[in-house]
């Protein structure tokens, strides 16, 4: 098991930023991959950047260029900063944590609000 805290988060203008943090405890040496995923109203839950167990980082489209996912390997802990926020990347933020071969475990969200 693995369980997955997110912090962070909150309420910006269009422009700024924030940073989101997630921490893993538990069987964290079967974690392959780990990152973010966000659900906006109405929307379905879409993939925002994910880290591989070695290194590789990847990127949604929507974020390229303006989010930066980082990691602390030594802690199991992964970070979101995200700049240039648009409204359009108001949702809530999931963290996801994937093992080989079973299903992923998730955080329990932290909001993430873009408004002028």
């Known amino acids: 098991q693995v369980q997955l805290v997110e912090s962070g988060g909150g309420s910006v203008q269009p422009g700024g930023s924030l940073r989101l943090a997630c921490s893993a405890s538990?069987?964290?040496?079967?974690?392959?991959?780990m990152g973010w995923f966000r659900q906006a109203p109405g929307k379905q839950r879409e993939w925002v950047a994910t880290?591989?167990?070695?290194?590789?980082?990847n990127y949604a489209d929507s974020v390229k260029g303006r989010f930066v996912l980082s990691e602390d390997t030594a802690v199991k802990r992964v970070y979101l900063q995200m700049n240039s926020l648009k409204p359009e990347d108001t949702a809530v933020y999931y963290c996801?944590?994937?093992?080989?071969?079973?299903?992923?475990?998730w955080g329990q969200g932290t909001q993430v609000t873009v408004s002028s």
């Open positions: 538990g069987d964290i040496l079967s974690i392959y991959i």
């Open positions: 880290v591989s167990r070695g290194g590789a980082l």
């Open positions: 996801y944590a994937a093992p080989r071969g079973t299903a992923p475990y």
